[in-house]
């Protein structure tokens, strides 16, 4: 198959997708849950690597915040090795094809099922009723859309987003059946190790882009490497002195080794092994370390990505041609079962 602009793609490749909201900077739950799987699934076939703005707006943003992430994520997209001659990368908010499928499939899914959505009734139940807006509600058909629209096969995304890929799997499976197969159905990729990093201060929950600004539990990819040592320091762990694996009884020992894992490729087996009798305090440093190895290279790279805006913005326009291209394919044939008059 040749697509427009000297794009081909073999019948056999798997299409690889995913996106992340610009809605607070990133994170190390952002990099191990995602960003770091991304390069490898290149070898798959055609990937399309976004930035969901879209989504990011369902709670408020400052407009010049937004506008400073979403170019942050491209260029942290591009950091992590992404080729942008061979993945689509693009802002969702320049494929006008992704509220078009949005709206059509918000006809398609149900007031019951979105209700049901964890990530709706945790993140609203910290707001007011009239400060929750309707597009935090119909966050996951957007979604769907998202998803649907490039016929995707595999969705690399923490675990987190696992409900959410559910539900776009049964809002194909309905259409599907309704009229006659029209969308693949996608299935999540979630990462063996490191698909929920947790908190440093609270390590039953998830570290997130959403915590206090300056929150000493949230690593983020572009803190200072005063500010990762300092927050790895003050991580939370146990009353135990043993480095040992075991997520239910020491919450906090067990992400920081996951995080070590993550960042050096060592398994947990063989981190235990070498930190056996070391001390809490000096364990904590070598994960720091390990952290500090992996983005001190990483953020020299998005500072220097981030000084060249024009290019950045040519990647941004080649990748919304591309990716509108067969977004638009897959809309016309749903607008078409639907029974809208073509023009
Ligand atoms: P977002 O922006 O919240 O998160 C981006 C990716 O990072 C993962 N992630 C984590 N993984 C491990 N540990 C953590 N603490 C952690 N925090 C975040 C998320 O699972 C995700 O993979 N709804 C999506 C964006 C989106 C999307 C899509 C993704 C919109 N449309 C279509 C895939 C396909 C989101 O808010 O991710």
Redesign the pocket.
Known sequence: MFFEGGFTMDENQKVV?????PSGDL?L??Y???LRNLKPMEALGTCYYWV?DM?AITVRQDPADLRRRTLTLIATYLACGIDPEKSVMFVQSQVPAHAELGWILNCYSYMGEMSRMTQFKEKSAKLKDDSITVGLFDYPVL?AA??LLYQTDL?P??V??KQ?LEIARDIAIRFNNAYSPTFKVPEAYIPPV????MSLQDPTS???KSDEAGDTGCILLMDSMDDIRRKFKRAITDLETEVRYDPEKKPGVSNLMTIMSCMTGKSLDDIAREFAGVGYGDFKMAVADSVVDVLAPLQAEVKRLLADKGYLAGILKAGAERASYVANKTLSKVKKKVGFVMP
């Open positions: 997708l995913t996106g992340i909201k994170t739950g952002n191990i849950g995602a969901a989504h979604m998202d998803i969705v995304v923490g987190d987003q959410h490191g698909a929920k990093v998830k570290m997130s």
